[in-house]
């Protein structure tokens, strides 16, 4: 009996993506909560927009909530029909995608607190390309001073794609100067220098022959602290 009720989640929602992409109605959400993958998936996206709704600033909540309208009008199916083309069944292809939304969700949360609070060297600071995007940023939290944290990442643009690079460690402020070092790899380090908005970061060349980022990826470079507009 649970095979069978498994096999009809799947063929509902097999039937949905073989159409244009629209949003879930009630009765295809009722019975997609019925495959154990995809209800964790919801539950973890439910919490990480409870923690939206209470974390975030009235103004990024509001941009968040459209973004979301959007998602659940007709990305979550469109990301969804990708995945089932390229093999995934319907429900493992749908609870990923949640599960990768719910991610980004608490990407934004966490983007959104720090440039709220850009207090001392905490803050969210980002590095513009050479066509003028942003290519890089670092995330700074003062967990309990002279104690950081940091996460850094780039992308690099390439014809075929992009690669990417991230790195993240603990160190402690002194003069303006941190030196983060990733707690299972001591050559995956960076020293970042602060000064007013802008957060310098030089990576050890250990760290740069290391390969620890995707090919012609550079986490080096002047990153700038960005803030809430009051």
């Not at 629209?22 to 990480?48: C, I, V």
Request: glycine share 10%.
């Amino acid at each position: 009996m649970k095979k069978m009720k498994k096999m009809l989640v799947t063929f509902c929602v097999v039937l949905l993506l073989a159409g244009t992409a629209s949003a879930l109605t009630d009765a295809e959400y009722r019975e997609m909560m019925k495959d154990p993958g995809f209800a964790a998936a919801d539950k973890m996206l439910n919490q990480a927009w409870a923690e939206a709704k209470k974390a975030m600033p009235k103004a990024a909540f509001e941009t968040l909530k459209k973004e979301q309208k959007v998602w659940l009008a007709k990305g979550r199916d469109s990301e969804a029909k990708k995945m089932v083309e390229i093999g995934f069944t319907a429900p493992e292809a749908y609870a990923m995608v949640t599960e990768i939304r719910a991610g980004v969700i608490r990407t934004a949360v966490d983007k959104a607190f720090l440039m709220a609070n850009p207090t001392g060297a905490q803050g969210f600071y980002v590095r513009k390309g050479g066509k003028g995007g942003e290519d890089g940023w670092l995330k700074v939290y003062n967990r309990s001073l002279p104690n950081l944290e940091a996460q850094i990442k780039a992308v690099h643009e390439t014809p075929g794609g992009a690669n990417t690079g991230e790195l993240s460690g603990k160190g402690k402020l002194k003069d303006g100067v941190a030196e983060f070092v990733h707690p299972e790899a001591e050559e995956v380090r960076m020293t970042v220098t602060f000064k007013g908005d802008t957060a310098t970061v030089t990576t050890s060349d250990e760290f740069k022959n290391s390969g620890w980022c995707g090919m012609g990826v550079v986490l080096d470079g002047t990153y700038v602290r960005q803030k809430t507009k009051k």
